[in-house]
């Protein structure tokens, strides 16, 4: 079985420029949810999708990040326009059922410049 | 608000010197606690879920053990591949996890 994939592993940017990062969850798992780890800080979460849903967006920072999952596949995240407090490592993970082990994909590490 | 502290922040043993690494939380309503193993450039990989107080899993050479306010982790005959950051985490809401800061091991030949 598939895990959890993230595209790209990494990406550098300039401070102003737009970034989307994409997530593919593990086969038949409705739950996706995004999380971000800044340098020195614990891992914290951004926000999570019941198939197309938003069922909980308390994490997201503000309104430069959007989030969408079209179909209840894939996921994307797109920072526009990204600022040098964005950058870190954003890790997607999913679960087949509410409040199971999450699994996660292996990040992507933004850098903004 | 939800908090999870891991102590030590790292921990150097040798092969072979059994350990316990500390999660201690503060939450509102626990539904699960969660223990994950992070490799360098790696996501967390999943290790155990505990939901009650009392309640024990066992895999290879790792035991987690979960009370009322805190978490264990031990590690016993540890081997270098053991060596990880090893994540806790929480669970109030079917649907965050609050994650520690983590607990990097390292296991010396």
């Known amino acids: 079985e598939a895990g959890v994939t993230q595209f790209p592993s990494h990406s550098v940017i300039e401070k102003g420029q737009t970034v989307t990062l994409r997530c593919d969850p593990i086969s038949g798992h409705d739950n996706l949810y995004w999380y971000r780890r800044v340098m020195g800080k614990e891992i914290k979460f951004l926000l999570h999708f019941v198939k197309e849903s938003k069922q909980d967006e308390s994490g997201m920072p503000n309104n430069r990040f959007l989030a969408e999952r079209t179909g209840g596949t894939y996921s994307t995240l797109k920072v526009q326009p990204a600022e040098l407090e964005d950058s870190g490592v954003y890790f997607c993970?999913?679960?087949?059922?509410?409040?199971?082990?999450?699994?996660f994909g292996p990040g992507t590490r933004l850098t903004v410049t | 608000e939800d908090q999870v502290t891991q102590s030590p922040e790292a921990l150097r043993l040798q092969e072979g010197e059994s350990s316990s690494l500390n999660c201690s939380y503060t939450?509102?309503?626990?539904?699960?606690l969660f223990w994950y193993r992070q490799d360098p450039g790696k996501g967390p990989e999943f290790l155990f879920t505990?939901?009650?107080a009392g309640e024990e899993k066992e895999k290879e050479r790792l035991k987690a053990t979960l009370t009322k306010k805190e978490s264990f982790l031990h590690i016993t005959a540890p081997k270098p591949e053991d060596s990880a950051t090893y994540l806790c985490a929480v669970q109030v809401t079917n649907s965050k996890l609050t994650f520690g800061k983590g607990i990097t091991l390292s296991v010396r030949p």
């Open positions: 939450v509102s309503g626990l539904r699960g």
């Open positions: 505990l939901y009650s």
């Open positions: 993970a999913s679960s087949q059922e509410l409040g199971n082990e999450q699994y």
